[in-house]
């Protein structure tokens, strides 16, 4: 009798769950930020965790002409991050030369890395704006991306790429990206 009680419990349980409606969907912007916060967050904190006094390091042994330091990666992605998001805003005035850290005068770790922050909150209300409606927006103009959601996917790709690239340089320093931990 006991195994037939909690056959009829456990029964009726998995009829309850199954009678629930299902959960809200989730907006597309709620998705798209999820991933955005994760990966700028390990960012910051990479950023972060490389001292000011190796700021300038870049890689020398090998085939790296023209790489950036540090401190010049960090405020690149910074730069494309406005570009980015001013671009999605229909901004006519870009900042331009990102590929070699764009107008913004920035030369310190603090400076850089709140300048990082500033991209970053642009960005953010960009996404909080994206909605199914305007993903497919015509985004005409520099910068990859010729709509909302290209550029979305775009600056995702680029400050992960970015992320990668900087973890090496942390390494190469004897560091531990605070993401490894």
């Not at 030369?97 to 500033?118: M, S, V, W």
């Not at 991209?119 to 209300?125: A, E, W, Y």
């Not at 704006?129 to 979305?152: I, K, M, V």
Request: with cysteine.
């Amino acid at each position: 009798m006991c195994k037939l009680g909690s056959l009829l419990l456990v029964s009726c349980c998995i009829i309850s769950v199954a009678q629930q409606s299902p959960p809200a969907s989730k907006t597309v912007s709620y998705s798209l930020g999820l991933i955005w916060e994760n990966v700028a967050h390990d960012f910051a904190a990479m950023a972060e965790a490389m001292p000011e006094d190796r700021w300038n390091f870049k890689p020398t042994q090998g085939k790296f002409a023209n790489v950036r330091t540090f401190g010049e990666q960090v405020k690149h992605v910074a730069c494309a991050n406005e570009a980015w998001a001013r671009k999605i805003n229909g901004d006519k005035k870009l900042p331009e030369r990102c590929d070699l850290g764009g107008p913004n005068g920035a030369t310190t770790k603090a400076e850089i890395i709140a300048y990082f922050h500033q991209s970053i909150h642009l960005m953010d209300d960009v996404i909080v704006s994206t909605n199914l409606g305007n993903l497919q927006q015509s985004l005409p103009g520099p910068y990859f991306g010729d709509t909302r959601l290209a550029c979305l996917n775009a600056a995702l790709w680029h400050m992960s790429d970015h992320y990668g690239q900087l973890v090496i340089y942390l390494r190469m320093n004897g560091l531990i990206p605070p993401a490894s931990q």
